[in-house]
């Protein structure tokens, strides 16, 4: 890799998620659900998918989003109080507690499922069908590797060392 293309991907992952992140909250802001973060959105998101498949319980949603189900269940409290969730028991498991979308819910859900789609395809424009493959490619890798970094807690051996 050249100086030249470390500094572009340092400017993505930096600049460009940033970027991501602001303008998928102005259009939640524009189409009236200006009350949620991108973050909470993105557990309406965990909660819908895991939901059809029935497994949408504190434990597998944290475990979707790579968080403690003690940070997930300040989210949901967050998000039950606002409307968005709601509690409900597992039948046959006293312990445990499955969250479902309320039709808030599931309209802030499809909103945000919406602007992902715009963004997709207004990124894909600007490529050509080779460009397409080699990125989706390229993203699965790194997505692997971030998967892999989050699971056995690595990286640490490319962190500078401390004086």
């Not at 909470?40 to 497994?55: D, G, I």
């Not at 989706?136 to 971030?146: E, G, I």
Request: proline share 1%; hydrophobic share 40%.
């Amino acid at each position: 890799m050249t100086s030249r293309q470390e500094a572009i991907l340092n400017d993505f992952f930096v600049h460009v998620f940033n970027k991501i992140l602001a303008w998928e909250e102005q259009a939640l802001a524009r189409v009236g659900a200006q009350d949620l973060s991108v973050k909470e959105l993105h557990v309406l998101e965990a909660v819908h998918r895991l939901s059809l498949q029935e497994r949408s319980t504190m434990t597998c949603v944290a475990e979707e989003l790579s968080i403690h189900v003690s940070s997930l269940t300040a989210a949901v409290n967050t998000l039950v109080r606002k409307g968005y969730l709601r509690r409900e028991a597992v039948p046959g498991d006293r312990r445990a507690i499955r969250i479902l979308l309320t039709e808030q819910g599931e309209q802030a859900d499809r909103l945000h499922t919406q602007f992902h789609a715009r963004m997709i395809r207004s990124a894909g424009a600007q490529l050509s069908d080779q460009e397409w493959e080699v990125l989706t490619q390229s993203l699965s890798r790194l997505n692997a590797f971030f998967a892999e970094v989050i699971q056995t807690g690595g990286g640490e051996e490319d962190t500078p060392a401390r004086t």
